[in-house]
């Protein structure tokens, strides 16, 4: 039988990653970009689309699938893979930092979250062991430890608290994922280190994590409105604080240059909803900077959105006709901009990957950020 997870770093340049994540579902080329299923999908696209792109794993959302339509209904009609038809591999996260943004409807004990629905202000109490729960009822793949995600501008001794309570739970998090049974033999579980932006509490976290022991780790706690200076300067230190041998996840990122600094820092997967929720507000993503197709200078322009994109998109349609679409409020125009920027971003991981393995890596680097903060 196929190994549950296996990871394998087939080249590096600097801190640059390119490797292989092999799970009984398929194999994740790294570094890697998974657009967001919150929902069971991936907004305005349907899933054989998504995979056309070139995505290998998408991400599904914890909380708002128990909400709606609940864990236990999944798991009666198949498991998320089935009921969303996508049988390449889905990470799930744990639920936790949704629960923590929705502040004014929630207490935080040690046992967990109690917290308001936000559709219909039902109670519920989120804990590591239901997040556990709730992630093997949907079939999860990847399934990700319950954590309490802080802003990085409390005082450091609420940092610190917030980190130990999140290892503590992280814990619990290993303990119910491998009472799972067979769900725990077939899925991966990565720990999330957190210490916002502290490097001192980042490296407590990470040793915590190793002696618990996870198949991968994630940088949690960035993009959290710190800004790309701060986020980088952390990404400088927190991803060797990790184990070299495991994939690294920094969550929640980002924008095309957030992700190419990222990689340059030794991260292996992102997420983001960026893409498509620009997608669906008029905006692409290009390899000359983000283009806002409101723009009433784009209502007679016949170029396609990118002319080095490959995808349907760029293929068929001019911008002129896509300006019109997104001025219209056409629900077309939502779908094929969310198209060429899921597709756009699959390119730049693609190309990511290519120029690691050539040894060229800072030269790509450069090259992207010429081309892309130039004004287009």
């Not at 207490?107 to 936000?118: A, I, P, Q, W, Y």
Request: glycine share 10%; with cysteine.
């Amino acid at each position: 039988m196929r190994d549950r997870f296996t990871f394998k770093l087939d080249a590096t340049d600097g801190a640059a990653r390119a490797g292989q994540i092999t799970m009984l579902r398929g194999t994740i080329q790294t570094p890697a970009f998974m657009p967001v299923g919150t929902a069971a999908t991936v907004k305005a696209m349907k899933p054989e689309s998504v995979w056309e792109t070139g995505a290998d794993i998408i991400l599904g959302n914890t909380y708002h699938l128990m909400l709606r339509p609940g864990a236990e209904r999944v798991a009666r009609l198949g498991g998320l893979h089935n009921f969303m038809n996508w049988q390449k591999p889905i990470l799930t996260d744990s639920g936790g930092y949704q629960v923590m943004s929705l502040s004014d409807l929630n207490k935080l004990t040690e046992e967990g979250v109690e917290f308001r629905s936000h559709l219909d202000g039902s109670k519920h109490m989120l804990t590591p062991e239901r997040s556990m729960e709730i992630q093997r009822l949907l079939g999860s793949d990847i399934v990700m430890a319950f954590d309490e995600c802080p802003r990085a501008d409390q005082p450091r001794d609420k940092i610190a608290e917030s980190m130990e309570l999140s290892m503590r739970w992280a814990k619990r998090s290993r303990e119910g994922f491998d009472a799972g049974g067979e769900h725990a033999e077939r899925a991966a579980l990565f720990g999330i280190q957190q210490g916002a932006l502290d490097e001192e509490l980042r490296k407590i976290s990470a040793e915590k994590l190793i002696d618990i022991g996870f198949d991968g780790y994630a940088v949690g706690g960035l993009a959290v409105g710190e800004g790309q200076e701060a986020m980088f300067a952390t990404l400088d230190f927190a991803p060797g604080q990790l184990p070299e041998d495991k994939p690294r996840y920094l969550m929640g990122v980002g924008k095309p240059d957030d992700l190419v600094g990222a990689v340059e820092r030794g991260i292996d997967m992102f997420d983001c909803v960026l893409p498509s929720r620009s997608g669906r507000n008029g905006q692409a993503f290009t390899w000359n900077g983000p283009l806002n197709l409101r723009n009433a200078r784009f209502a007679e322009d016949t170029d396609p959105l990118d002319n080095r994109c490959t995808c349907k998109t760029c293929g068929t349609y001019t911008r002129a006709y896509l300006h019109h679409l997104v001025k219209s409020g056409e629900i077309l125009g939502a779908m094929l901009m969310t198209e060429h920027n899921i597709a756009f971003y699959q390119q730049l991981m693609q190309a990511m990957r290519a120029a690691i393995r050539k040894g060229e890596f800072a030269d790509f680097a450069r090259d992207f950020r010429r081309g892309y903060l130039r004004q287009s």
